[in-house]
T-cell receptor
Framework: AQSVTQLGSHVSVSEGALVLLRCNYSSSVPPYLFWYVQYPNQGLQLLLKYTTGATLVKGINGFEAEFKKSETSFHLTKPSAHMSDAAEYFCAVSDRNDYKLSFGAGTTVTVRA | GAGVSQSPSNKVTEKGKDVELRCDPISGHTALYWYRQRLGQGLEFLIYFQGNSAPDKSGLPSDRFSAERTGESVSTLTIQRTQQEDSAVYLC???????????FGPGTRLTVT
């Protein structure tokens, strides 16, 4: 089974500052990679995903992530944080022949005014 | 169109009682997944249904857990003789066969007292 590590359970950023959320996975074969966001009292929403092709993936709300095979990483970034970005973010992976998702423990983002 | 719906949204039960959780997937989605989210942790895969194929039950934590799905519609997750460690948010997701993107419901928060 895949293992997903999200570095930092809590991240606090100032409004307008860079958001960087780290995700590393354990797999010798590049998997499918996902970032989900969970707003308070809501279900998970897909931010972006990587399956094949361009390694820099752009998602909704100004987020993007880059797949780096050599580092087995899929870090999520947003150049300028907005108050509405306060939420919990989950990195997830699946094997290419298996649709089950393995999730990281999540990173809670707070945005300071 | 309507998203994935789950009921009840909250369930409080006494230890030892059985509970049944319901998931209504997006119409036309052939795949349905159940996950469990314990407090402060990522999601754990429980079970996966794909069309009329035998379900993948590899994530069910014990034989107290079972799930059924009627065709490509509603699914129910049953937990028998509930224990306090079963307290969690149970999330359902569905996907189609085009891009396999999983759409999540809002979850059922189960509290076992």
């Amino acid at each position: 089974a895949q293992s997903v590590t999200q570095l930092g359970s809590h991240v606090s950023v100032s409004e307008g500052a860079l958001v960087l959320l780290r995700c590393n996975y354990s797999s010798s074969v590049p998997p499918y990679l996902f970032w989900y966001v969970q707003y308070p009292n809501q279900g998970l929403q897909l931010l972006l995903k990587y399956t094949t092709g361009a390694t820099l993936v752009k998602g909704i709300n100004g987020f993007e992530a880059e797949f780096k095979k050599s580092e087995t990483s899929f870090h999520l970034t947003k150049p300028s944080a907005h108050m509405s970005d306060a939420a919990e973010y989950f990195c997830a992976v699946s094997d290419r022949n298996d649709y089950k998702l393995s999730f990281g423990a999540g990173t809670t983002v707070t945005v300071r005014a | 169109g309507a998203g994935v719906s789950q009921s009840p949204s909250n369930k409080v039960t006494e230890k030892g009682k059985d509970v049944e959780l319901r998931c209504d997937p997006i119409s036309g989605h052939t795949a349905l997944y159940w996950y469990r989210q314990r407090l402060g942790q990522g999601l754990e895969f429980l079970i996966y249904f794909q069309g009329n194929s035998a379900p993948d039950k590899s994530g069910l934590p014990s034989d107290r857990f079972s799930a059924e799905r009627t065709g490509e519609s509603v699914s129910t997750l049953t937990i028998q003789r509930t224990q306090q460690e079963d307290s969690a948010v149970y999330l359902c997701a569905s996907s189609d066969q085009v891009d396999n993107e999983q759409y999540f419901g809002p979850g059922t928060r189960l509290t076992v007292t």
